[in-house]
């Protein structure tokens, strides 16, 4: 592995000659990748015009003047659907996006000019921004890498909740029964892996985040495969290391554990060699709103979810993800998406919840000396500000179209600004609708401090 | 390159000790792959009991005991689906099952009993046998292997026939204004691209076979990625090479150039490297039927197709094949399927009209050394026949239920025996109807056929 000095020179050089930056987008299923990803896009098309960059400096003081797309290094890696999106968000009436499966990619090559001027005077230089949108369910299986098949079983079947139980509940009674030291039967198996991955679907739909293996959820073209047809064996607890040492090749432990290694080999470590590691600057986009709404378990699925997903980020020395892959990323953003759902004197208290749900990550990211920003925006502003008489108070409330087509006026309640106590989930004082984006007519999509994360992102190398 | 000797020893080797076997299954779309392999799978799995495989010898003469599924070798290859096909075929009315997408495999372990019995009297065998199914489509990429990007676009645009070329129209009135050298714009190709793919799809809609680049057709993962993304330059005829390698990179002949290395290198290399240079055995199947009801520009269409896929089987020294990966298929069938839709003396013919249509190839083949059998099969029989008083003679007709439900019993005419002549298409004897699959009641599969190519196939290695 290269030593940090060397490998911090090696990035300086590489980046002074190609003035290129790869820029990642993750988050977990409907955290509002695609939508972040748009408006990224379309603001800095439409930057020197009409979009509203106020936070950046660059844009502020007049020096970008706009970006093209160019092509993408990377041949085979689907290109991000900026077209698609936009042409939904233009549909009469607008929808939001589809959103994406996989990893996608976007070239930008942005134009700006340099604030101080040194030997080229008034000359204007270019960076060229890759964009990289993956799902974050693939960061929760990292911690797959650091187990094998007996320890990652247990770990699994150690800390669901009573919900997530519930889900399970069929799969269990059926894989409770199993004998690892059966002969696998190949049939049998495969059910049992599509009861599992059938369950995990379902808990990704009653809202749970924290689900692995991450690519049961999107198999794509490894659908029906035996790499995707592995799952905990609750039988294992009565067997020491030993006595599973001994079983046959063709036992139904050996058959799990071997593709339980090759999805280790041949799913998750890729990933990480092929992209991840070459990423520049990261942004990890969170729906803390929809959690809130979701109720407490849920809540705390997302909070175990973002606790292992920003593993990924932890880049002390003698983290796995260091030791594995040296990964390169130098700057870090968390986002709280959807901001445009509640009014905006409870922004604040959204961004603190944030920071409190990812307390222990951060720590250990400032620990390893991360530069790492909080924040909450909406990528894609959906409603409006007014202030409405409310018990003879003037207080804020926010207009705009449901996803049924609905106009409405709603108050959407307070965001706590800790995380939330078991009192307060007894209240339930929440009620976050959805919103569908509204129509536009050209220009630049309206966003909530999306220009924040973006100076905070790649401003650095528009000076 | 190893020398024949060697490798058949090699081969010999290695198949006595492991007792192993890969046969894989191809054709071009609805050739019938899914059938025969469901089929295929279906006798193994009732021989010695209901399986009718007279044409054995191994099951006639009682050896054949049985088969069963096992943990297949590939853990990243889809598992071939059998149980969803049987489902479909036992299903009230019975239906063809899904056609499958891209690879997939499945292994059965085969029990019987050696002809010639040892010093292990009395003792049973078990063979290996990997089953695999492949598109044919992909196939017919292999002579992109043998171009560079401007002789595969001259190649692409010269030989297409009246009614495909109106298919392509679209999209050549917009290809044909691109000039090579403007830089190239990423969302102006891949509209374009968009444009060529979409007419691939109608041009295989249309009964149209010999279409490349293969995985335009089935992407799977690679939606949307740049190296599905490239089409023949028809203003490329207007340059010479020297004037073409002086073109910039950006340039819009560069950049598609760049997508067809690519997808040389990353898409049709993977395939014959991972695993077509693996198979044993190999079937191939067509749908000479199918071909003859869609009239000569199609049935023409057909042949060079099958000229084009059975280059991956010519293993002559000077082959591209050969000096690429050194394949070692060591017999090859070819049938022309769905035999059940034309009455029994047709077969003969249809075998007849199989080998015209492959006259060239099989010649190569013959030559090259490489045992190849061409029969006329029905994986699945879907009609019975019947004798009928017609004109007052008794003439044998089909009885069958059409897709649409409705029971007929039909003449569907005579199968030429050699290809047939401008007289013979003017006539238009043919009306071969689609049937649906008969209703069964358990049992194994009816099939006609099916166990002559697989004692072609197979039976040598069960004696």
Known sequence: ????????????????????????????????????????????????????????????????????????????????????????????PPFWPQPTRGISELRLSIRYRPARRGLLRGETAELSLDLFDYPGEWLLDLPLLGHDYPGWSRAMLANAGEQRRALLAE??????????????????????????????????????????PGRFLLPGDLEGAPVLQFFPLPALKDYDDTRLAKLPPDSVYATLAARFRHYQQHIVRPFYRDHFRRFDRQIVLVDVLGALNAGPERFEDLSQALTTLMQSFDY??????????????????????????????????????????????????????????????AAIRATETHAVEHQKQRTPALRGTTLEGEEVLVFPGEV???????????????????????????????HIRLDAALDWLIGDKLR
Not at 23 to 46: D, I, P
Not at 51 to 80: N, Y
Not at 316 to 321: I, Y
Not at 427 to 441: I, V
């Open 1 to 92: 592995m290269r030593q940090p000095l060397a490998r911090e020179l090696t990035n300086l050089i590489e980046r002074g000659r190609d003035r290129q930056l790869r820029l990642a987008v993750t988050g977990l299923s409907r955290a509002g990748k695609t939508a972040f990803l748009t408006s990224l896009v379309n603001q800095l098309r439409h930057a020197g015009l009409e979009a509203r960059l106020d936070l950046m400096p660059v844009a502020r003081e007049g020096r970008l003047l706009g970006a093209r797309r160019v092509s993408q290094p990377d041949l085979g890696v689907p290109r991000f659907p900026y077209d698609q999106a936009m042409a939904a968000l233009d549909a009469d």
């Open 171 to 212: 799969w269990e009674s059926v894989a409770a029964g199993l004998d690892p030291a059966a002969e696998a039967n190949e049939a049998e198996l495969a059910n049992i892996a599509s009861l599992y991955a059938r369950s995990l679907q379902a808990a990704r739909e009653a809202g749970f985040a924290n689900l692995q």
């Open 316 to 377: 002390g020395k003698r983290s796995l993800l260091s030791r594995l892959f040296a990964p390169r990323i130098d700057r870090l953003a968390i986002a709280a998406t959807k901001a445009d759902h509640v009014t905006p004197e409870q922004h604040g208290n959204l961004t603190s919840l944030l920071e409190a749900l990812l307390a222990e990550p951060l720590q250990d990211l400032r620990y390893a000396d991360v530069p790492v920003k909080a924040l909450s925006l």
């Open 416 to 446: 706590p600004s800790q995380l939330p106590e078991a009192e307060f989930w007894a209240r339930q004082g929440f009620d976050f609708r959805a919103f569908r984006p509204a129509p536009r007519e050209g220009g630049a999509l309206p």
